[in-house]
């Protein structure tokens, strides 16, 4: 299901910024990932008084880790999507997602009105 909605300059711009993304997140995981010697990312506190600061940051430095995971898993997604012509679809009803949206957001896999619906639908809206 290829939908031909972008120019070649606008799809070839978007999966380099795609590209470039994946790059910058692979980087951020594996700096986070060995990031060993940092006390507040191993939880580890100098004094008991500075205990529950190195938990939290030990949690934020997870919840980084995580978010940036799930953003590489959608990236490479998007890149999928590029390479086999169905990019600028929307997974929900099939419409074009848009050049300005995919611009804003790269690895968007809805159009803005899906979008809405289901942000309506979760009650996030």
């Known amino acids: 299901m290829a939908i031909e909605i972008l120019t070649q300059q606008?799809?070839?711009d978007l999966r380099?910024?795609?590209v470039r993304?994946?790059?910058?997140?692979?980087?951020?995981?594996?700096?986070g990932l060995h990031a060993d010697d940092d006390v507040s990312?191993?939880?580890i506190a100098p004094?008991?008084?500075?205990?529950?600061t190195a938990d939290v940051d030990?949690?934020?430095a997870l919840s980084r880790l995580v978010r940036d995971q799930?953003?590489?898993n959608a990236v490479e997604q998007a890149l999928e999507r590029v390479a086999s012509g169905d990019y600028a679809a929307c997974v929900s009803c099939g419409n074009p997602i848009g050049y300005a949206r995919l611009l804003a957001h790269p690895s968007a896999t809805t159009c803005l009105v899906c979008q809405e619906k289901?942000?309506?639908?979760s009650g996030r809206h």
Do not use: C, I, M, Y
């Open 41 to 43: 990312v191993r939880g």
């Open 70 to 72: 799930n953003e590489l």
């Open 16 to 18: 380099n910024l795609l």
């Open 58 to 60: 030990a949690e934020l």
């Open 118 to 121: 289901r942000e309506t639908s």
């Open 10 to 12: 606008q799809e070839s």
């Open 21 to 31: 993304r994946r790059a910058f997140l692979k980087s951020a995981l594996e700096r």
């Open 47 to 52: 004094s008991d008084a500075d205990e529950p």
